[in-house]
């Protein structure tokens, strides 16, 4: 059975740990992570795909500059808008 996934998700969490990589005094904690992924991916559109075809395919458009840029510059919103209101205090 094939499975329905939003490849968006696994871009935005890659780009995350990679930025949260070189940040240093932001909180890095399951929940402040979790709140950082979903308000990127509010951001973004959904990219979903189903088969090793469109997994491909996906790859492929990831190629594109504009299309790094807009996962990068959402995931920096997220971690610059959750770092300066977390839930927690």
Do not use: W
Not at 27 to 32: L, T
Not at 42 to 56: F, T
Request: aromatic letters at 8%; glycine letters at 4%; a positive charge.
């Amino acid at each position: 059975m094939e499975k329905l996934k939003n490849h968006m998700e696994y871009l935005v969490n890659e780009e995350l740990e990679r930025y949260l990589g070189t940040q240093e005094g932001i909180c890095k904690c399951e929940k402040c992570k979790l709140d950082m992924k979903a308000y990127a991916l509010n951001l973004l559109p959904a990219y979903y795909i189903v088969s090793e075809k469109g997994y491909v395919y996906s790859k492929i458009s990831e190629m594109r500059q504009q299309f790094k840029v807009d996962v990068i510059k959402a995931v920096v919103e997220a971690v610059e808008k959750i770092s300066e209101n977390p839930r927690h205090k």
